[in-house]
């Protein structure tokens, strides 16, 4: 026999063998309203805390044991055909942090306003510029001009432009964008 009810109240307790903890719903039920202990049996691999509120589908399994297989935080369904969120609720029953797959095959995370990146190849584009930076450091610092003055002779010379022994530093960071990976 199942049945359909509010969650009224959560907290951990053991499972009906007393071995495991698990998280032990008040559920309140429309029909007549009354109020049972129900054990939440989570999918393997998943680890979901129900929030007072929602509505779950309880599986009476006889003996006075009910799981609760099923709850639903009444949001609108308004991802695309085929996508896939995982998102968890604030304290007024909101979706907050989230994780979508979309049907094109990319990944955002919370709003994804922006890209990822790839670290390495960020890392690799960085230390290029540092080197080349370092570099014209290094020739700034041990510059020399030429003159035609004689040195302390008090007589007006002129004195050359540096000859530049830098390059242009070119580095390119658009190969570490990560075009399916949104953040
Ligand atoms: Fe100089």
Do not use: W
Not at 3 to 15: N, Y
């Amino acid at each position: 026999m199942e049945d359909f009810g509010t969650i009224k109240k959560v907290e951990i307790g053991k499972d009906l063998d007393a071995e495991n903890e698990k998280y032990i719903c008040d559920v309140e039920f429309q029909d007549n309203e009354d109020v049972r202990k129900v054990q939440i049996m989570n999918m393997s691999g998943v680890n979901v805390r129900p929030r007072v509120g929602q509505k779950i589908l309880v599986l009476d399994l006889g003996g006075g044991f009910e799981i609760g297989i099923a709850t639903d935080d009444m949001i609108d369904a308004d991802l695309e055909d085929g996508e896939i969120e995982i998102y968890s609720i604030d304290s007024n029953g909101a979706k907050s942090g989230k994780v979508k797959i979309k049907p094109n095959g990319e990944l955002v995370l919370n709003d994804g306003t922006d890209y990822a990146v790839k670290y390495s190849k960020l890392e690799s584009e960085f230390n290029k510029l540092k080197d080349d930076f370092n570099s014209h450091v290094q020739n700034y610092n041990s510059h020399t001009h030429v003159t035609t003055a004689t040195v302390d002779a008090g007589l007006v010379g002129s004195i050359a432009a540096t000859t530049s022994t830098s390059s242009p530093s070119s580095p390119d960071i658009t190969q570490t964008k990560v075009d399916k990976v949104r953040i």
